[in-house]
């Protein structure tokens, strides 16, 4: 009898010792395994989701979308002749006033203004209440019929406005009254632009009456389309690329519904999941102690086995198949919690995005997080298991059993490195970033080994220092170095942990400061859109007429898209996936004799003040990694149908982040004058005075749009304070998995803890002495961690922060000095707890039983 | 007059060496013996003397830096470890001064392992069956489901004995079997011990403190320093 049934019933008797020594065992793959089934149930729900509701996020089956101009009557007749449902919206954005009782409390704000007509929405419902709550019935009527225009509006404008339903406010030329609150627009996720500002909602006739609409303002003509329900979209869609094949417009439909969504839903899952992953490999230290010390309780067991004549295989089956049950049970209680959590989560987050999808349970995602959870049990705990079967049974004509020394045998490399090599590919399968996920594999891999030699370079630099010390000092030094210390069991369970929290912390860190903290003293309070040809003179004299306002700069702003480079269709043009943004939309284009700000020119000249040959333009390195592209070639842009080839006279490099207006191509003078063109501005502006422009130019100028740069910075803060929550929980869940590990490895050198203090208190040894050197040894050791962690977590922000999301790098202090001090904190107070327990163990008891 | 051809046991020129942090320590030297089959032989000397260190190479369990070992007709210096560990399986019984029972399982299943780590049976019943009536024969009917922790010291070391004889093995090798147990509990083992190899006819060797045991056995071999300083046959 042999094999995997005798190693099961060898198994199940060995599990009757009950799971004494396995909580940290299970506690590591239950917080492991949880998040892992957390992010990735809720990861496929968002999809579902998206998916399911992918229609009324588009807005129809189909979405034609164009800039400045509505669509033609030609494609509408087109599909209305096939039987297909329209509607017709137009997006833009536009500042809305409102009167408080004096001119004092009259406020502005930007909002993203959405016209619709009768047969909006196509799929989904349009929710709108009054001031109680109540839903509105047929909003859509209420929206369209005559006498006053009427507007709804999201209930953060109404906040901003300071207004309530039934109060007015200035929308361009026109005053609107506030009919309703919006409580759920269908198509809001599915809008091309980002959700900036708030949105109001209002009639097609009415803006067409309220003067927003001026020739080159950047506004957005949508034709939303219902299919039948068994067309094909695919086919109509491909009918509608060949018949209308020289149209400017973009085209798409519910198969790529919300695709800037998707994107940065998959990259935020993706970075929880590689943090979720990290949690669990930090479990997987704990797993290794706990197996450890497990396996050294049973050398003498694996010993008697082999005097009656175990084969060596049949041991090793037993303790892996106990090792699966411990671990599967662990997997279950992490498999369900991680389900739980999701099942909370889904609800805030349905809301959030307008979702209809039911919470619902992903077998896939299950089995990933299970694979997960099954890989790292076997990569931490088969090692100890291998090892501990050299025992030699000899050893049990010995009082005591010595622990078998860890070392690599071929059995135990070759097992590892299967398991790693799994690891890593469920790593690259899962992750749609494949890069990042090698990078984070080795990345992982490497920090491991890091903190384990850490451990192993501070014993060997401490071995060198000449002993030094007396008392508490001495015990300290002796214990850091002395055999069987566990200097590196506290690098590593504590080192990974750290390490993970301050890469988020500096990564989160240097982003938001890139993006809101910056704001040097030359960064603009305003950015000023959609200022017409004729309004620039008295734009421009407004602002010389108000005190405080400096640094006032003006460009053109015409909208258009590279059609070809060097004669080749740019689609095909194209060699830089990561510059593919250049094509995705129509993109600003302006002129101008004098080298923009912030520029550097890296090939090739700038043209002269007075240059009036041939049309020339200057690039950004973007276009020059896009295209490949060197000064002397060609690109061909067009703007509303007329095409301009220019030749390129320079490359520059251009800071994005510098709060300036910046383009991915500045035309020479003479090319592009007389195109239909707005004007872009920026401006400074004392703070106490920004509200009061703000509200003078809305009125003068109702179709100028400002963004005030505090108010921005402070909605971009808002999000990225939400998404920073999710990613710091799942940092905090790797640093508490490293928290449970260093517990794990302290307890088990209780005992000898304990030992060490009923010699030291027989010897004489004061209370005060004992604490002293114990909390100092755990004091430096969490220090030193924390330096190393800290170090680590630096080079792989800045890395990640310049070579990735190519920033400036901060340097943040506060963040480096926090993880130290908790680092401290955590190894001093868990340290003291510890040394507490070994002190108040009685001296008498323990002595006797030697 | 036997040949090592004919002995049950033979040991040509055994010489074991450890390497440890003091450097290489020589643990028996040149030791020679033979013995025949149902011996019961007593190996007696002070401690360090090498006695539990001639056991394991008697055992399969040590292989000596040099010499010959020979048991039942197989060289043991030929054999692999899988081959060692099968060997030891069918034809040696040994018993732990300290039980070394596994404490998470009962008397009925210790004494059960080295049958259910054999090929020989191929039915979980016929194993414990055997086992059973084995530890009946011990006089621990009774204790079958008991766990080692219910245990005395001298039903555990009963059930250490069963275990050591449930494969019927042709040599018992005893490590100071009543070294953990009080004086009467201790005659009642070696009465056991001496009653069932005699109705086996198996060979027992046992290490011991207490020169009474070792006279009550055929055979004395007296380790000093690693050598055998003399042999004596009672």
């Excluded at chain 1, 419902?125 to 999201?154: C, M, R, W």
């Excluded at chain 1, 090698?438 to 630099?461: E, K, Q």
């Excluded at chain 1, 305003?526 to 734009?539: A, E, G, H, R, S």
Aim: glycine residues 8%.
């Amino acid at each position: 009898m042999s094999g995997w049934g005798l190693g099961l019933r060898l198994a199940l008797r060995e599990l009757r010792g009950g799971l004494k020594g396995f909580f940290v065992f299970l506690l590591c793959i239950v917080l492991g395994t949880a998040t892992i089934t957390a992010v990735q149930n809720t990861s496929a729900n968002l999809q579902a989701g998206l998916q399911k509701d992918a229609q009324s996020i588009l807005g129809g089956d189909i979405k034609l979308r164009q800039i400045y101009n509505p669509l033609p009557e030609s494609v509408k007749n087109y599909l209305g002749d096939r039987g297909f449902a329209l509607s017709e919206n137009v997006e833009t954005n536009s500042m809305v006033r409102s009167d408080g009782a004096n001119e004092d409390e009259g406020r502005s704000t930007l909002a993203q203004v959405k016209a619709v007509d009768g047969n909006y929405p196509l799929y989904g419902s349009f929710e709108v209440s009054d001031a109680h709550g109540n839903p509105l019935d047929q909003p859509l009527d209420i929206l369209q019929s005559g006498g006053t225009y009427k507007a709804y509006l999201d209930p953060e404008l109404l906040a901003r406005l300071n207004v309530t339903v039934g109060g007015m406010i200035g929308l361009g030329e026109l005053d609107f009254v506030v009919t309703g609150i919006i409580q759920n627009e269908p198509d809001r996720l599915g809008g091309g632009r980002p959700p900036i500002a708030p949105r109001i909602i209002i009639s097609r006739d009415a803006l067409n009456k309220s003067g927003l609409l001026q020739p080159g303002s950047m506004a957005y003509h949508n034709l939303l389309v219902k299919l039948d329900t068994n067309a094909d979209v695919g086919a109509v869609r491909s009918d509608i690329e060949t018949d209308f094949a020289n149209e400017n417009w973009r085209i798409r439909d519910r198969t790529n519904a919300a695709p800037s969504i998707e994107r940065f839903l998959d990259r935020l899952v993706l970075f929880l999941t590689l943090i979720s992953l990290t949690a669990l490999l930090v479990g997987g230290i704990g797993i290794y102690n706990a197996v450890r010390a497990y396996m050294t309780g049973r050398l003498r067991i694996i010993a008697t086995f082999k005097s009656v004549g175990a084969q060596r295989h049949v041991i090793l089956k037993t303790y892996m198949i106990q090792i699966f049950i411990l671990g599967t049970l662990g997997l279950l209680v992490g498999l369900a919690t991680g389900l739980f959590s999701s099942a909370v989560a889904w609800p805030f987050i349905r809301e959030l995005l307008s979702l209809s999808q039911d919470f619902a349970i992903w077998p896939a995602a299950l089995l990933v997080a299970a694979l997960f959870g099954y890989l790292t049990l076997f990569l931490f705990s088969a090692g100890p298991v291998i090892n501990a079967l050299d025992v030699a049974p000899t050893q049990l004509f010995r009082d005591r059993i010595d622990p078998v020394k860890t070392h690599i045998t071929v059995g135990y490399g070759l097992t590892m490195a299967v398991l790693s090599a799994l690891l890593f590919m469920l790593v690259y399968i899962v992750s749609p970033d494949k890069e990042l996920a090698v990078y984070f594999t080795v990345g992982a891999a490497l920090t491991l080994v890091f903190f384990n030699y850490l451990g192993v370079g501070i014993v060997y630099l401490f071995k060198m220092l000449p002993r030094f010390g007396t008392g508490a000092t001495r015990i300290a030094y002796t214990n850091i170095i002395r055999p069987g210390n566990i200097t590196s069991q506290i690098t590593l369970s504590l080192g990974l942990g750290l390490t993970v929290l301050v890469l988020v912390a500096l990564i989160e860190g240097n982003f938001s400061q890139a993006v809101t903290g910056s704001i040097s003293k030359e960064a603009p309070s305003f950015f000023v859109v959609d200022i017409q040809k004729d309004q620039l003179n008295d734009f421009n004299n407004l602002l010389a007429e108000t005190e405080t306002v400096s640094d006032v700069r003006t460009s053109a702003n015409i909208r258009g898209r590279i059609k070809s480079v060097n004669g080749m269709p740019a689609e095909e043009a194209i060699i830089s996936d990561e510059n593919r943004w250049l094509l995705s939309n129509d993109r600003g284009l302006t002129y101008t004799s004098e080298i923009p700000e912030h520029s550097e020119i890296l090939e090739g000249e700038w043209w002269d003040s007075d240059y009036q040959g041939p049309p020339l333009v200057s690039v950004v390195e973007d276009v020059r990694e896009a295209f490949g592209v060197t000064p002397g070639d060609t690109i061909t842009v067009e703007v509303l149908g007329r095409e301009v080839t220019a030749e390129i006279a320079n490359i520059r490099s251009v800071n994005w982040l510098n709060y300036t207006i910046s383009f991915a191509l500045t035309f020479a003078p003479g090319a592009l004058e007389n195109a239909p063109q707005t004007f872009l501005a920026t401006f400074r502006i004392d703070p106490e005075q920004e509200s009061a422009i703000q509200r003078q130019i809305s009125e003068d100028f109702p179709n100028i749009t400002l963004i005030r740069l505090s108010e921005a910075m402070e909605t971009v803060s808002g999000i990225l304070e939400k998404i920073g929550i999710a990613v710091r929980i799942a940092a905090v869940i790797a640093l508490i998995t490293g928290i449970f590990v260093l517990t794990g490895a302290m307890a088990a050198q209780n005992e000898r803890r304990v030992y060490e203090a009923v010699i030291m208190k027989t010897l004489g040894a004061s209370r005060k002495t004992i604490i002293t050197a114990y909390l100092s040894e755990y004091a430096v050791l969490g220090l030193l961690t924390a330096l190393a962690a800290t170090a680590i977590a630096s080079f792989g922000a800045w890395a990640l922060v310049t070579k990735i999301l190519e920033l400036e790098w901060t340097f943040l202090p506060g963040t480096l000095v926090s993880t130290a001090v908790i680092a401290l904190i955590i190894t001093v107070i868990l340290g003291g707890i510890g040394t507490l327990r070994a002190l108040n163990h009685p001296v008498a008891s323990y002595l006797r039983n030697e | 007059m036997t040949s090592s051809d004919t002995n049950f046991l033979t040991l040509e020129n055994i010489d074991l060496s450890l390497s440890s942090q003091a450097g290489q320590v020589d643990i028996l030297k040149n030791i020679s013996l033979s013995e025949e089959k149902g011996e019961k032989i007593a190996i007696v000397g002070p401690s360090g003397s090498g006695k539990s260190s001639l056991m394991m190479i008697m055992a399969g369990l040590q292989r000596p830096s040099a010499g010959l070992v020979k048991l039942s007709g197989c060289a043991l210096n030929d054999l692999d470890e899988a081959g060692l560990t099968e060997f030891r399986r069918e034809n040696i019984g040994i018993v732990f001064q300290n039980f070394h029972l596994v404490p998470t399982m009962t008397a009925l299943e210790n004494t059960a392992l080295p049958l259910e780590f054999s090929d020989k049976f191929s039915s979980k019943d016929e194993v414990f069956k055997k086992a059973e009536d084995v530890l009946t024969e011990v006089g621990l009917s009774h204790r079958l489901s008991h766990y080692p922790s219910q245990l005395s010291g001298g039903e555990q070391q009963r059930v250490a004995l069963a275990r050591a004889l449930v494969a019927s093995p042709k040599i018992i090798l005893a490590d100071e079997p009543t070294g953990n147990l009080d004086q009467e509990t201790g005659e009642q083992i070696i009465q056991l011990l001496f009653r069932l190899a005699d109705q086996s006819g198996m060979t027992l060797i046992l290490i011991t403190h207490d020169p009474d045991l070792a006279a009550r056995c055929s055979k004395q071999i007296k380790l000093v320093d690693g050598k055998i300083e003399n042999t004596g046959k009672v």
